[in-house]
């Protein structure tokens, strides 16, 4: 009989992480493949009920989860989810930082100019995609400084940014340039947190390209044919792979980065993209 190949436990077991926007569609999909991999989860969501849900979805599934309710841009928020995780899992590994989102009113359109774009709807955006990742970093990535201090382990922080903060697209300023700002500080927490804490913390973003979700689904697929929109067709054509991506595309990246083997990887911003970004449209 040939010899039975020995498959070495996950390094993700026992380990803990915790998802901002954990309830959506793109980060549940991270939140039960953490868990099937053994790590324990804290799902993190403005949407308290969905955040419960998803929790004891996985927890149902088998594995370990809570439910927190919690607005990324508050500082007090934050701190009281760190400590909820601290209590019931004794301390932090990952975290990934998913909460975010474009505003209609920070959208340029024939109604709206970029001249007429309101001040406070930009400023949400920015509120939502680039404090939304630092004031977790801050309240969420102390624990995880803690824990691996102790442990002696890895600690990772992912950041999600966009393909906007490659190649911004039309209409959305805002959103492209807060992307962009992510992108920007996680190359900048990188090497803050290996030169002033531990080199044990790596921090890096994934850059997912487009994807076709329950939330941009109406944009992007006709609802009276089933086909793709006029922008779905123009989003298809400069996506060499020739599809949309699915929220699985997002796995192997996501535990590529986590893996003990990627331990030199760090302040790098990776496209998931189909070669969007590679290609020039001709």
């Known amino acids: 009989m040939p010899k039975q190949i020995e498959i070495p436990p996950s390094p993700l077991t026992g380990k803990t992480a915790a998802i901002t926007g954990g309830a959506g569609e793109l980060c549940g999909a991270m939140a039960d493949a953490l868990a099937r991999a053994g790590a324990r989860v804290a799902v993190i969501d403005i949407d308290g009920a969905r955040a419960r849900a998803k929790a004891d979805g996985i927890v149902k599934a088998g594995g370990r989860a809570i439910g927190i309710a919690a607005d990324v841009v508050s500082r007090p928020d934050m701190d009281q989810a760190a400590g909820a995780i601290g209590s019931e899992f004794g301390g932090l590994d990952i975290l990934i930082n998913g909460a975010g989102g474009n505003n209609p009113g920070a959208t340029t359109s024939e109604a709206q100019t970029f001249f007429d774009l309101p001040v406070d709807a930009v400023r949400k955006v920015f509120e939502l995609n680039c404090l939304g990742t630092i004031v977790p970093c801050q309240a969420l990535g102390k624990l995880i400084v803690e824990t691996v201090k102790r442990s002696g382990d890895f600690g990772h922080i992912i950041n999600l940014s966009s393909m906007n903060a490659l190649r911004p697209l039309t209409r959305i300023p805002a959103y492209s340039a807060a ?19 531990t080199p044990k913390i790596r921090v890096n973003a994934i850059a997912p390209g487009f994807f076709l979700t329950n939330q941009n689904r109406f944009l992007l697929i006709d609802q009276d044919s089933g086909g793709f929109t006029a922008r779905g067709q123009t989003i298809l054509a400069h996506t060499p792979a020739g599809e949309l991506g699915r929220a699985e595309d997002l796995l192997s990246t996501l535990f590529w980065l986590l893996d003990p083997a990627s331990r030199f990887i760090s302040g790098v911003v990776v496209p998931v993209d189909g070669a969007f970004s590679a290609f020039s449209g001709v």
């Open 179 to 197: 992307k962009a700002a992510v992108s920007n500080f996680t190359q900048w927490l990188a090497v803050h947190m290996a030169q002033n804490y």
